[in-house]
């Protein structure tokens, strides 16, 4: 069973940072992808952020140029490194990761951000 733990939420001001690790229970090269979802309160949860194994690296428009998804394949872990945060940030950060054959995927238990204005 593969586990993913997420850590580095809280509360940040508008215009600060935050960092958010996942730690994976198995080496993160295993995963075809992994990547970070966010679901605000009334709505769909949305892709942010993803990593392939080649290290190809995708961003949703709103968070261009202010987040960056990271791995670290000594810890085993993918981050999101999120700067300039919004408060149309605040939602609650899920890691996610998948794999292709058979197609599968693996979430985390979800690590709240909160941006006040």
């Known amino acids: 069973q593969v586990q993913l733990v997420e850590s580095g939420g809280g509360l940040v001001q508008a215009g600060g940072s935050l960092r958010l690790s996942c730690a994976a229970s198995?080496?993160?090269?295993?995963?075809?992808?992994m990547g970070w979802y966010r679901q605000a309160p009334g709505k769909q949860r949305e892709l942010v952020a993803n990593?392939?194994?080649?290290?190809?690296?995708s961003y949703v428009d709103s968070v261009k140029g202010r987040f960056t998804i990271s791995r670290d394949n000594a810890k085993n872990t993918v981050d999101l490194q999120m700067t300039n945060v919004k408060p149309e940030d605040t939602a609650v950060y899920y890691c996610?990761?998948?794999?292709?054959?058979?197609?599968?995927?693996?979430w985390g238990q979800g690590t709240q951000v909160t941006v006040s204005s």
């Open positions: 996610n990761g998948q794999f292709v054959s058979p197609w599968r995927q693996y």
């Open positions: 198995r080496s993160i090269f295993s995963f075809n992808a």
């Open positions: 990593i392939n194994s080649g290290g190809r690296t």
